[in-house]
């Protein structure tokens, strides 16, 4: 019996030892370049100066969550280090920083970086050297391309299908409507078009003109006139913060009243209407996803109340009136949600693995009912935008939530 209980025990013994060994080996750390046991280091690409620098407040907002979120532990021990450079929303000057941000700072991931044309200008590169090109700023349609390009993934609704949905709110309450189209001439501008007039289909005749603008001019007040000149009763304003605010003023000072349509990355309160004046933007018309840090209805909502004790303790140059600062402050969440699920895997593989498995995960900045979900063959996270009206000196909105992937 005794030789029996010794073999017993020692077979418990090496049982024993097996299990140790599996878990460690289960538990072991796996790093990619910009990883390691006490640091993550992300990259991020704004343009701090430029014609689009109104978008900075994007990119200081990520800065100053990640720095929170540094202050309370990090991310399962490891601290972020977020390493932003200026790109001047010029694509020849991406391509230098992207560069330098993969191969010299040798980050984990590119997060963030805003612009069509300027990522554009990054995604063959980025996907070559397998760097995840995560969280794209920019709405166009092009980054929900897992099949060809499986390093990049956008966050918000796409151009086209948000430009789909003011198509159909056109058709509905202005059927005979005249629209005159102010348009931003590179892949930004042209996919929102594509978008208004695959929405309008059959109907797209009621474009009576289309206006390109170059972001190296100083003003947009020509095409404006010639727009008005053009007899359109809608004005619809597919432009970035300087020339929106233009835009807006210019139809107030040659007297046209149009219904007039901004697009979403223009609808920053502090950003595109303050500066146009209040008075000239009542009535104006665009679609959100996130809610409006300006607004007393949000006052009491649990969300908005972290986003502010965060600008307060974290951020406290920061306009919340500026609706950039309220997309970073949820992009950085989403993007401190997939590292937290990453786990101790840091590889760039399993950073794109988490990301495109995200479920109903739900931001505090976004609104009541939008939700972001990823999988494998979807890279669009949030596919839900709500209408808005511009009144007194805010945003109302109105409708219900509707789904950017409308006639799809």
């Known amino acids: 019996m005794t030789a029996v209980r010794f073999q017993v025990a020692t077979l418990w013994v090496a049982f024993a030892l097996c299990t140790a060994m599996s878990s460690e080996v289960l538990a072991q750390k796996k790093y990619d370049s910009g990883a390691s046991d006490t640091e993550i280091k992300i990259g991020n690409i704004m343009p701090y100066s430029g014609p689009a620098s109104a978008y900075a407040a994007i990119g200081k907002a990520e800065e100053a969550y990640f720095n929170k979120i540094n202050a309370e532990g990090g991310i399962n021990g490891r601290k972020i280090k977020f390493i932003s450079y200026d790109d001047a929303y010029s694509p020849p000057k991406t391509v230098e920083q992207a560069r330098k941000l993969v191969e010299s700072d040798g980050v984990l991931l590119i997060f963030g970086s805003l612009g069509t044309s300027t990522n554009s200008a990054i995604r063959k590169y980025m996907n070559e050297k397998k760097v995840p090109q995560l969280f794209v700023a920019s709405g166009a349609s092009k980054w929900n391309e ?72 100083p003003a947009v007040d020509e095409h404006v006139v010639k727009l008005k000149a053009s007899g359109a009763d809608v004005f619809i304003s597919i432009t970035t913060p300087k020339f929106t605010a233009q835009g807006i003023k210019k139809a107030a000072e040659i007297n046209w009243h149009p219904v007039q349509i901004i697009s979403n990355v223009s609808t920053s309160v502090g950003g595109v209407i303050e500066p146009a004046g209040f008075e000239i933007s009542q009535g104006i018309l665009s679609a959100s996803y996130t809610k409006d840090g300006s607004d007393p209805q949000w006052d009491a909502d649990d969300g908005m109340k972290k ?91 109105f409708g219900d939530i509707i789904s950017s992937e409308l006639g799809q």
């Open 307 to 397: 986003f502010y004790n965060f600008l307060a303790q974290y951020d406290p140059k920061a306009n919340k009136l500026d609706a950039g600062v309220a997309f970073g402050y949820a992009a950085a969440q989403t993007m401190v949600k997939v590292l937290q699920m990453c786990g101790n895997d840091l590889t760039r593989e399993n950073v794109m693995k988490q990301a495109a498995s995200l479920k109903d995960f739900a931001p505090d900045t976004l609104l009541p009912g939008i939700k972001i979900n990823t999988a494998p063959d979807n890279f669009a996270p949030i596919e839900q935008l709500q209408m808005m009206r511009f009144k007194g000196r805010k945003w109302e909105l």
């Open 146 to 217: 897992p099949k060809q390009y499986p390093w990049t993934m956008g966050w918000q609704p796409s151009y086209q299908s948000e430009a789909r949905i003011y198509a159909k709110y056109i058709m509905k309450e202005r059927p005979q409507a005249k629209i005159g189209v102010l348009y931003q001439n590179d892949d930004f501008g042209k996919d929102y078009l594509k978008g208004l007039k695959d929405g309008l289909g059959a109907k797209a005749s009621m474009i009576v003109l289309e206006e390109a603008y170059n972001t190296s001019e």
